[in-house]
T-cell receptor
Framework: GDSVTQMEGPVTLSEEAFLTINCTYT??????LFWYVQYPGEGLQLLLK?????DKGSNKGFEATYRKETTSFHLEKGSVQVSDSAVYFC????????????FGKGTKLTVNP | GAVVSQHPSWVICKSGTSVKIECRSL??????MFWYRQFPKQSLMLMAT?????????EQGVEKDKFLINHASLTLSTLTVTSAHPEDSSFYIC?????????????FGDGTRLSIL
């Protein structure tokens, strides 16, 4: 079945450091890929998405490129801020996002001043 | 602004109590709603999928008599944890999707933290 494997955390960085959170997937067909962010005590917010191979999703300085050849969707940010501290979830969906999603286990990011 | 409203955000109650959690779609008609459960420091586990006007589809291992889901309208779905026990304590999150916007990502509520004493 479909699955998402996400880099285990926690990840601790200093402000302005470069961030990479790895995500690989296994799926039949051509899924859409998502990154969601969860701030403490809150629900999930969509951070970015990509719906086909070679698409790059971007938002708030975060980027991820849909790599079909490596079945990956790694999240990157060039310079993290303290406010980026949260848990990040990689997810896939097979119908663009409105169907049930398969989530990775989440990666907790802590950014220190 | 918020697209999905989930209520209550936090509830503490005694063992044996039934607890109802509401999930409201504010800006569009949610033909589908998903209910997730999240244990501390873990990922979201899909519990069930509900479509407006029909019975919910439960994931394997989820007790349908324990977790009652009602999706009577296009803007409201409820999850009732019946006769809750301490092991039901968790963070419950709903999300909504629309057939008309079926290529758009789901919108998530802010979650409900349930603590059973």
């Amino acid at each position: 079945g479909d699955s998402v494997t996400q880099m285990e955390g926690p990840v601790t960085l200093s402000e302005e450091a470069f961030l990479t959170i790895n995500c690989t997937y296994t799926a039949t067909g051509y899924p859409s890929l998502f990154w969601y962010v969860q701030y403490p005590g809150e629900g999930l917010q969509l951070l970015l998405k990509a719906t086909k191979a070679d698409d790059k999703g971007s938002n708030k300085g975060f980027e991820a490129t849909y790599r079909k050849e490596t079945t990956s969707f790694h999240l990157e940010k060039g310079s993290v801020q303290v406010s980026d501290s949260a848990v990040y979830f990689c997810a896939l969906g097979t119908q663009g996002g409105s169907e049930k999603l398969v989530f990775g286990k989440g990666t907790k990011l802590t950014v220190n001043p | 602004g918020a697209v999905v409203s989930q209520h209550p955000s936090w509830v503490i109650c005694k063992s044996g109590t039934s607890v109802k959690i509401e999930c409201r779609s504010l800006d569009f008609q949610a033909t589908t709603m998903f209910w997730y459960r999240q244990f501390p420091k873990q990922s979201l586990m899909l519990m069930a999928t509900s479509n407006e006007g029909s019975k919910a589809t439960y994931e394997q291992g989820v007790e349908k008599d324990k977790f009652l889901i009602n999706h009577a309208s296009l803007t409201l779905s409820t999850l009732t944890v019946t006769s809750a026990h301490p092991e039901d304590s968790s963070f419950y999150i709903c999300s909504t999707a629309s057939f008309e916007q079926r290529n758009q990502p789901q919108h998530f509520g802010d979650g409900t933290r349930l603590s059973i004493l």
